[in-house]
């Protein structure tokens, strides 16, 4: 996919390998595995629908205090990574997964749902935490015309984790097509990736010791202050490129409820739901590999390049919500579903529904990696883009916890599906706009060092010329 086209024909003249541990492709390979083994594994239990139970009421407030929680952390989570540093903010994020899969292992005995709704509060906090230490990693450490295929890396390899994830609950209730929730085994080896993540957090670098194949760094910066950030990310609410990304970001979480609730959940029975997380998590890999690619190579100018792909996606994405209306209005139009779907015995009446669950992955795989292109797109060093993917993850939440809470009071599937179909639209011009102003083609980014070289050269070409005409003008 082009990780090594420029980068080796540097690492040639530099002497250095693109495989070092601290090159910017491990780094990202490294949190893409800590994101396969944690939020994967996370996706993959969410992706059941109701967390693997027949009431999804639990589940419902569970994330909805995840996702509260979430959206504070989310946007405190970028300045706290520049004060801790990668390994402690990863860290401290990865291990709270392990207590909310946990907490689903004891309802499954108990049926009390406080713990649940505790773990899903304290999994938002580092959550929050997680999120804003991998966007920063994505999005600064690459070099700048490689990010969509870094990001693609990140994503496929994130998503691999809710496809493996998906196979757990169908291997382990592949024979209880009749079970309303899944089995202790299910939770537990949930918890085991979970574990692994949160040590293999400890494997990241600090972006300071990141050098890239040119010999630039990620940052000079090693460590931020609690002032510095309080202000940064106070700024963060009256930036404006961060209020046009506002709907793309409360979207990009929100259609999450619909689908794993009222698709996944509603029409196929238990061991269906996990051979289909499956293929929803593999269609994200296709999609944020294809996406990936052409928001690196599809044109020259990179600001061309953003504005294609908004429209790719724009178009994939009214295809993909209008099969989602004439799916809703098949089988929720009256028809009455006397037993759910089955992946063998259903016949094909199971194809269609499958295919639009496929898709709905495709579709937000490829979404999500635009925005995350069109942020990398807007600065390249390391403490600027944790601040703006720590907002972006931040709204994402408050997004989520709302659709969540939507969810639990019984709001009509088809109001669900509607309001999530005008949000997904609604951000693709806003995100036009934020391409045309803020983004600038490679050949036009300077860092800030350059622009101090640029003037320094400039102000020594002057005080030249000044000295060239003063002596000019001396008598004879």
Known sequence: ????????????????????????????????????????????????????????????????????????????????????????????????????????????????????????????????????????????????????????????????????????????????????????????????????????????????????????????????????????????????????????????????????????????????????????WGAQMVGSIGIGYFLDYSFQSRKRRGLVGIGVVALLSTAIWAGGLANHLHYDGGRILTDKLDFKDSGSEFAGPFVLYFSYGLLDAMFQSLVYWVIGALADDSETLSRYTGFYKGVQSAGGAVAWQIDAHNVTKLSQLIVNWVLTTLSYPLLAILVVLAVKDEEKVGTKKDDIDDFASAKSLTEQGTRNVSELNQPD
Not at 47 to 53: R, S
């Open 1 to 280: 996919m082009g990780f090594g086209d420029d980068e080796e024909s540097a690492a040639g003249s530099t002497g250095k390998s693109i495989f070092r541990y601290n090159s910017p492709l491990v780094q990202v390979c490294l949190i893409g595995l800590v994101c396969f083994c944690c939020p994967g594994m996370f996706n993959a239990l969410s992706g059941m629908g109701g967390g693997g139970q027949v009431d999804t009421t639990a589940a419902n407030n569970a994330n909805t205090a995840l996702y509260t929680t979430f959206a504070v952390f989310g946007i405190l989570g970028g300045g706290i990574y520049n004060i801790l540093g990668p390994r402690l903010t990863l860290f401290a994020g990865c291990s709270t997964y392990v207590l909310y899969a946990g907490s689903f292992l004891y309802y499954n005995h108990f049926h009390h749902q406080g713990f649940a709704i505790v773990a899903g509060a304290v999994l938002g906090i580092g959550a929050g935490l997680l999120w804003a230490g991998q966007g920063a990693i994505m999005t600064s450490y690459p070099p700048p015309g490689k990010k969509g295929s870094y990001i693609s890396l990140f994503w496929s390899i994130f998503n691999m984790g809710g496809v493996i994830g998906g196979l757990i609950p169908f291997i382990m209730n592949y024979h209880r097509s009749k079970a309303k929730s899944v089995n202790d085994g299910t939770y537990i080896a949930f918890m085991i990736f979970m574990t692994a993540g949160t040590a293999l957090t400890l494997s990241i670098l600090h972006p300071s010791k990141v050098v890239r194949n040119d010999g630039s760094r990620c940052t000079n910066i090693k460590y931020s202050n609690v002032s510095t950030e309080v202000v940064e990310i106070l700024r963060l609410f009256r930036n404006w490129k961060m209020l046009l990304m506002f709907p793309a970001a409360w979207a990009s979480n929100f259609f999450y409820t619909y689908q794993f609730n009222h698709v996944n959940a509603f029409l196929f029975n238990l061991r269906t739901r996990g051979f289909n997380n499956v293929f929803y």
